[in-house]
């Protein structure tokens, strides 16, 4: 009895081979192509002449073949069988994904004389993979904000009542003190703190609110309010906040979005600061304008956070301050300006420098634009 290949001349094995969808090529030890299938001729959109006879690196490009293919095709030439698969990004020609196999063909001296070189079209799947994967990230990320968002709510009404009850004793303190001019003093401090916070906590809560209603402010009295909380803290850490502003500008809205922001990202710089073995330690706010944009640089010169650090540290839940840090500040931070203020965030951080973060602003957010002078904030000098 006759086996199929008897049955099969070169011609039908050829026909075979073109009739496939796999791509299919033959290379030499020598990186130069000595066979492909028409699968592979539509693929690279060349005709046979453009690629039998031709290097590697001249049909598939210089880049692809240093990075993905030769490291490859060597361990294929020592006798490994090889598979593996990858994004490809080809010179005018689509994006490309790829499983590819690297099989070593062997001569009459039982030495490997070339690769046998199958490839599988897989773009289109991993595409349809990496959007249902997108689709569902973005259905854990819902899940995750409702619940925070119901938590937060929580968290702000409870706080409402406690600190409306602190009030109250602030008041009857003042009635009970109006001699003590030191006393009187201290109280208005703790008034001053106490509404700050009440409103601290609405605009937290508005992060998940849908009717906003705009405030109008502007940045230096934004950051007059943020410095009334954290006086205490800079004073008692020894640093100094330097405002250097050449104008102030007036918010058409989100006064309280761009305070809470704000207030994260230099109690954030509070923290680095403080925790530093810096001599001098410096907080410097700039806001400059640019284009269409407002720019608010926020720089420390702490100890810096490392560059794996500088790509997680607005991802929910990572935190560099543990074990009293939860991670959730500068992610609530940047999602605000992102998505209610319509800016962006940057940080730049060098060891030997300290970190910096860049807010980018929309003018569109502001108006009326007016002369204030530079300011610095030592101690509890506001």
Not at 110 to 123: I, N
Not at 133 to 148: F, G, N, P
Not at 333 to 345: D, P, S
Request: charged letters at 20%.
């Amino acid at each position: 009895m006759k086996t199929i290949h008897e049955k099969i001349n070169i011609d039908h094995l050829i026909d075979l081979l073109n009739h496939t969808d796999s791509l299919l090529s033959y290379v030499d030890t020598e990186y130069i192509y000595r066979a492909a299938n028409d699968a592979y001729k539509r693929k690279y959109n060349k005709t046979i002449d453009e690629i039998v006879g031709h290097t590697v690196w001249d049909v598939m490009g210089k880049d692809i073949f240093e990075k993905i293919i030769q490291p490859n095709l060597q361990k294929a030439f020592l006798g490994e069988t090889i598979q593996y698969e990858s994004w490809f990004e080809f010179e005018n020609l689509p994006r490309s994904y790829l499983i590819v196999n690297y099989n070593p063909s062997y001569g009459s001296d039982s030495k490997v004389c070339g690769v046998v070189v199958s490839a599988l079209d897989y773009t289109n799947f991993k595409a349809l993979e990496e959007e249902k994967e997108e689709q569902d990230q973005i259905i854990r990320e819902v899940s995750k904000m409702a619940q925070l968002g119901e938590m937060v709510s929580l968290i702000s009404h409870q706080w409402r009542h406690p600190l409306n009850t602190l009030a109250s004793y602030m008041l009857k303190l003042r009635q009970l003190t109006s001699n003590n001019s030191n006393t009187i003093e201290a109280i208005e401090r703790c008034e001053n703190i106490l509404e700050e916070l009440s409103s601290h906590v609405e605009s937290i809560n508005t992060l998940y609110s849908s009717n906003i209603q705009p405030f109008a402010g502007n940045l230096q009295n934004i950051f007059d309010s943020i410095l009334i909380l954290v006086q205490d803290r800079i004073h008692s850490l020894g640093i100094q906040i330097t405002i250097n502003c050449s104008f102030v500008t007036m918010t058409a809205g989100y006064r309280d979005e761009i305070m809470h922001i704000l207030l994260v990202i230099i109690e954030n710089a509070i923290d680095s600061v403080g925790a530093s073995n810096e001599v001098n330690k410096k907080i410097t706010i700039t806001c400059q304008s640019e284009d269409q944009n407002i720019l608010v640089d926020i720089h420390d010169n702490g100890d810096g956070i490392s560059c794996e650090y500088s790509k997680l540290i607005f991802n929910p839940g990572f935190t560099t301050k543990k074990p009293s840090g939860r991670g959730y500040g500068l992610y609530f931070a940047r999602k605000l300006l992102t998505e209610k203020v319509n800016g962006t965030i940057e940080i730049c951080s060098d060891p030997k420098q300290g970190v910096c973060f860049r807010l980018k602003i929309p003018k569109a957010n502001f108006h009326c634009p007016l002369s204030i002078t530079s300011g610095k904030i030592q101690g509890s000098s506001l």
